[in-house]
Each structure stands twice: as C-alpha cells, then as structure tokens.
C-alpha cells in the first residue's frame, strides 16, 4: 500500500511538471525563433545599403557647390601646370639665352628674337626679362641689373599668384562639407517629431546622410593640397633657376673684371719701357 501511495505520487509529479517542460520547451524554440531572425537582420540592412551615387545625391543641395569648387579646382590645377612645368621650361630659357650672345649677335636684333619668344611663350618668365634688360642696354650694367631684378620679382610675383586658387579650394572644401553637414543635422533633428515610433533609425539615417558633405570636402581638399605644395615648390624652383640665367645674360654683357685675357705688349711698347728703365 505504501508502494503504491509512492508511484501515484510519483505520477502526480510528473504529470504536474510535463506543461511546465512543456512551456520551457517551447519558450526555447521561441528564442531559437527569435534568433533566427535576428540573424537574418544584417542580409536586410546588405541589401538596404546605398551605392555612391545615392550617398551623393543625399548630400542635399550643397553638394553642387561642392561639385563647382572640385571643376574649378582642376581647371585652376590644369592651368598652372601647363604654365610651371612647359610655359617656364628650363631647357628653352637656356635655348634663348644662346642666342643672346652678344659676341655673334647684333644688339639691333635681339628686341626681334626676344619678341618672338614671348609670343610663342607668352605666359613664360625668363623672356619678359630679358626684353625689360634690353630696353635699358644703354643704362650700363646697372640699369639692367635692375631691370632684371625689378621684373623677375614681377613674373616670380605672378606665378605664386597662379597657385593662390588652389590654396582657396583647399581651405574653402572642408568648410563647405562641414555646412552641409550641420544643415542636414539641423533638418534630422527637427523632423524627429513626425518620425513615429521609430525615431532612433530616421535619426541615424539622417546623421549619415549629413555626414556625406563632409567626406566630400574633405576628399575634395586633401588631393588639392598636395597638388598646391608641389606647384609651391615647383615655383620656387623656377625663381633659383631665373636667378641663374639672369648672372648669366648679365656675364655675357659685361664680362667679370679680372677674366679679360692680357694682350701681348706691342713693339713701342718695348722701346718705351727700356727708355724708362735707362
């Protein structure tokens, strides 16, 4: 009888615990569930994600001035380039300082081969300053010492502004992201409140859509910068080399005392200076 009271019992347990067992059973496959969908988040968010050119056009209004500034930006780049790198090579200020010689050329046809250069090179340093030295040739070597030095500053002066542009795109670039940025933030912000339930994913989208400005100006000036210091440098190059070719074009009109070769005393000469010495 005691046995028996013990297996009912028995059987009463188990059959309480069997809809717990079950209950837990199924909360587990629920959470599995659950899971499962979880794990399918990120396959939605893959193929929500935007390409570059939607990216882009999210930027809003603001974007066009962007895309101004970067094609003036290459133009003004293309431009001096052209100017530094073939307008002042060094190779062809070297051609005409040859033929500049005044031991195998008339002073009368050098303004004419001058001209022609500056024509053919109209943007180029060197040939202005050469037709400025020749215009005070009769000033001695002073005057065109002087009117070398007052020209070259000149054409130095106007190359360093031919990279000025440059140095604008980069400062005015990240300037213009940055507004973008905080207008699209002050828009993500005021439209909250029409949003619904789900504030904090209009929120994060708007956050980086505004966000695209920015990159975008920064993109935009860090390759300018580069291209500005090496232009900067460039130019520099040009001012040495300018100084070179002017000691030179100078030399070959006045030649340095002390480098004229002695000449040969003559016959009378000879007598005079044994009748001194007697």
Same mark, same amino acid.
């Given at each position: 009888?005691?046995?028996?009271?013990?297996?009912?019992?028995?059987?009463?347990?188990?059959?309480?615990?069997?809809?717990?067992?079950?209950?837990?059973? @199924?909360?587990?496959?629920?959470?599995?569930?659950?899971? /499962?969908?979880?794990?399918?988040?990120?396959?939605?968010?893959?193929?929500?994600?935007?390409?570059?050119? #939607?990216?882009?056009?999210?930027?809003?209004?603001?974007?066009?001035?962007?895309?101004?500034?970067? *094609?003036?930006?290459?133009?003004?780049?293309?431009? #001096?380039?052209?100017?530094?790198?073939?307008?002042?090579?060094? !190779?062809?200020? @070297?051609?005409?300082?040859?033929?500049?010689?005044?031991?195998?050329?008339?002073?009368?046809?050098?303004?004419?081969?001058?001209? @022609?250069?500056?024509?053919?090179?109209?943007?180029?340093?060197?040939?202005?300053?050469?037709?400025?030295?020749? @215009?005070?040739?009769?000033?001695?070597?002073?005057?065109?010492?002087?009117?070398?030095?007052?020209? +070259?500053?000149?054409?130095?002066?106007?190359?360093?502004?031919?990279?000025?542009?440059?140095? +604008?795109?980069?400062?005015?670039?990240?300037?213009?992201?940055?507004?973008?940025?905080?207008?699209?933030?002050?828009?993500?912000?005021? !439209?909250?409140?029409?949003?619904?339930?789900?504030?904090?994913?209009?929120? !994060?989208?708007?956050?980086?859509?505004?966000?695209?400005?920015?990159?975008?100006?920064?993109?935009?000036?860090?390759?300018?910068?580069?291209?500005?210091?090496?232009?900067?440098?460039?130019?520099?190059?040009?001012?040495?080399?300018?100084?070179?070719?002017?000691?030179? *074009?100078?030399?070959?009109?006045?030649?340095?005392? +002390?480098?004229?070769?002695?000449?040969?005393?003559?016959?009378?000469?000879?007598?005079?200076?044994?009748?001194?010495? /007697?």
């Amino acid at each position: 009888m005691k046995h028996t009271l013990l297996l009912l019992a028995f059987t009463t347990t188990l059959g309480w615990l069997a809809p717990v067992a079950t209950a837990q059973t @199924n909360a587990i496959g629920g959470s599995t569930i659950d899971s /499962t969908i979880v794990e399918d988040v990120p396959d939605i968010v893959t193929e929500e994600r935007k390409t570059m050119w #939607q990216l882009i056009r999210s930027g809003g209004l603001m974007m066009v001035p962007l895309a101004l500034l970067m *094609f003036y930006g290459f133009y003004c780049a293309g431009a #001096q380039v052209y100017v530094i790198l073939f307008t002042n090579d060094k !190779s062809k200020d @070297n051609e005409l300082l040859e033929k500049l010689d005044p031991h195998e050329l008339a002073y009368e046809d050098m303004p004419m081969i001058v001209q @022609n250069e500056i024509t053919r090179r109209e943007r180029a340093a060197f040939p202005k300053m050469a037709e400025a030295a020749l @215009n005070r040739i009769y000033s001695g070597k002073e005057g065109m010492t002087e009117a070398l030095e007052e020209e +070259g500053a000149l054409q130095l002066g106007r190359l360093k502004r031919g990279i000025k542009p440059l140095q +604008g795109v980069v400062m005015v670039a990240p300037l213009l992201g940055l507004l973008g940025t905080v207008y699209g933030m002050i828009a993500s912000f005021q !439209s909250m409140g029409s949003a619904g339930d789900d504030k904090v994913k209009f929120l !994060s989208e708007g956050i980086y859509e505004a966000l695209v400005t920015t990159a975008s100006g920064l993109t935009i000036a860090i390759p300018f910068l580069f291209l500005y210091l090496w232009l900067n440098r460039k130019t520099d190059e040009i001012g040495e080399n300018l100084n070179r070719q002017a000691r030179k *074009f100078l030399g070959a009109f006045f030649p340095v005392e +002390g480098e004229r070769a002695v000449s040969k005393p003559s016959v009378q000469d000879e007598v005079e200076l044994e009748k001194s010495t /007697t």
